[in-house]
């Protein structure tokens, strides 16, 4: 079992900064950062391959979010920048024992709490 803690969530304003953190209890193949706004499905934000480094983004941040891992500490970022109103949601942290990165939450078998980002306009 994998326990995955976020935090880093926040109310900040439209072209300001977040960096969210996904603390892992183990390891895992692969973290992803999905997001979800009220009324819509869950989506594939970005992800990371712990064993090759390969990153993922989805169109809509790619050039503006930046997914990252730090070995040691079992942890992967997410940095934001140029946040936009569109980029409101709750985010999540996502993690597979095994495989590639995925933009199917089908695909993977832990998930964290959420955290809120509200971006103003």
């Known amino acids: 079992q994998v326990q995955l803690v976020e935090s880093g969530g926040g109310l900040v304003q439209a072209g300001d900064s977040l960096r969210l953190s996904c603390a892992a209890s183990?390891?895992?193949?692969?973290t992803a950062w999905f997001r979800q706004a009220p009324g819509t499905e869950r989506e594939f934000v970005a992800g990371i391959s712990w064993r090759t480094g390969s990153t993922y983004y989805a169109d809509s941040v790619k050039g503006r979010f930046t997914i990252s891992r730090e070995n040691a500490k079992n942890t992967v970022y997410l940095q934001m920048n140029s946040l936009k109103a569109g980029d409101t949601a709750v985010y999540y942290c996502?993690?597979?024992?095994?495989?590639?990165?995925?933009?199917?939450?089908?695909?993977?078998?832990?998930w964290g709490q959420g955290t809120q980002v509200t971006v103003s306009s």
């Open positions: 996502a993690a597979r024992l095994w495989g590639a990165v995925g933009s199917d939450s089908q695909q993977y078998n832990y």
């Open positions: 183990g390891r895992t193949s692969v």
